[in-house]
T-cell receptor
Framework: AQSVAQPEDQVNVAEGNPLTVKCTYSVSGNPYLFWYVQYPNRGLQFLLK??????LVKGSYGFEAEFNKSQTSFHLKKPSALVSDSALYFC????????????FGKGTRLSVIA | DTEVTQTPKHLVMGMTNKKSLKCEQHMGHRAMYWYKQKAKKPPELMFV???????INESVPSRFSPECPNSSLLNLHLHALQPEDSALYLC?????????????FGQGTRLTVV
């Protein structure tokens, strides 16, 4: 069965500093990996995905994530955080075979402090 | 058009009421999903429709009844709900091909059962 772990409930970072939101996964075979962001009382917005190819994936709003197969990780990063990045971030995984839906991690709340 | 549209945005209903949530997408996606999300928790999968057929039901109580009238529409019929069913209900869709697997989410319906 596929699963996702986000070990941090909360990440605090000062504006302008780099940020990292951690994610590890477990699937049989190769995964599809995703990051979504959710602002208060809103749906989830897609940020980026890893399907195949380059391990460093660039996405929306200056975010990027690095796929590390040996560590089964897909950490979300941004070189310089903005206050407007404060939100709830979800990592998700999907198996490549069949019509399997996304499985989400529990979420990490990011607070960027001015 | 890259939107998933959900109506209504907010719904308050009594435990004896019957109501329906609606979801619409015009991206040609053939997989559609209902998720339930409680505050500060990840979305929990309820139902998956693939090519207008119900493919996954995550042991959801029968007071929730999904319907997919056509490839663009997804409904969730509600009857005799309980206060603990109050949550944000998210609809999502995906192309469901190996190279385009991200799900697009609607803004959600905030449901309150009184």
């Amino acid at each position: 069965a596929q699963s996702v772990a986000q070990p941090e409930d909360q990440v605090n970072v000062a504006e302008g500093n780099p940020l990292t939101v951690k994610c590890t996964y477990s699937v049989s075979g190769n995964p599809y990996l995703f990051w979504y962001v959710q602002y208060p009382n809103r749906g989830l917005q897609f940020l980026l995905k890893y399907i195949t190819g380059d391990n460093l994936v660039k996405g929306s709003y200056g975010f990027e994530a690095e796929f590390n197969k040996s560590q089964t990780s897909f950490h979300l990063k941004k070189p310089s955080a903005l206050v407007s990045d404060s939100a709830l971030y979800f990592c998700a995984v999907r198996e490549r075979s069949g019509n399997t839906p996304l499985v989400f991690g529990k979420g990490t709340r990011l607070s960027v402090i001015a | 058009d890259t939107e998933v549209t959900q109506t209504p945005k907010h719904l308050v209903m009594g435990m004896t009421n019957k109501k329906s949530l609606k979801c619409e997408q015009h991206m040609g996606h053939r997989a559609m999903y209902w998720y339930k999300q409680k505050a500060k928790k990840p979305p929990e999968l309820m139902f998956v429709y693939s090519y207008e057929k119900l493919s996954i039901n995550e042991s959801v109580p029968s007071r929730f009844s999904p319907e997919c009238p056509n490839s663009s529409l997804l409904n969730l019929h509600l009857h005799a709900l309980q206060p603990e069913d109050s949550a944000l209900y998210l609809c999502a869709s995906s192309l469901d091909s190996p190279t385009n697997t991200e799900a697009f989410f609607g803004q959600g319906t905030r449901l309150t059962v009184v």
